[in-house]
């Protein structure tokens, strides 16, 4: 976490720097506003990740001569074979469309994204899976 603390500091001094040349080359308001509202999401995250890398135990990536076999360990669990994200994914899809080719496409996509969404949740709630 040291290493990614310090790259966002690093990346929101640049952002800075970017934003205060834009700022007075340009003089446009809105970019310069994103630009410092850029670097001040950059910094919190920076600061947070080093806050919090002064907390913690050192980790595998801090360590220069690790490998990448140190970190491992068990990721979470993942359903094998579930047919929820496909409608997630085409209701989402569909939802997007219906932005570009008229609202009416969201009338029919809108339940088959909350479809997928309440089934993806809910998978292992039913059947011989249901915890009691």
Not at 108 to 116: D, N, R, T
Not at 118 to 123: A, S
């Amino acid at each position: 976490m040291k290493i990614q603390g310090r790259m966002f500091i690093w990346l929101s001094v640049f952002i800075l720097a970017v934003a205060i040349v834009y700022g007075v080359w340009a003089k446009e308001p809105v970019g310069t506003t994103g630009l410092f509202l850029a670097f001040g999401l950059s910094i919190m995250i920076g600061f947070y990740l080093a806050f919090t890398a002064r907390r913690m135990d050192s980790l595998a990536q801090d360590n220069k001569e690790a490998d990448v076999a140190d970190e491992s360990g068990e990721v979470g669990f993942f359903s094998p074979h579930s047919w929820q994200p496909l409608s997630l994914a085409i209701g989402g899809a569909l939802l997007f469309l219906s932005v570009a080719v008229g609202w009416w496409l969201a009338y029919f996509s809108a339940p088959m994204l909350l479809i997928g969404l309440w089934g993806w949740i809910f998978e292992y709630y039913r059947g011989e899976n249901r915890t009691q």
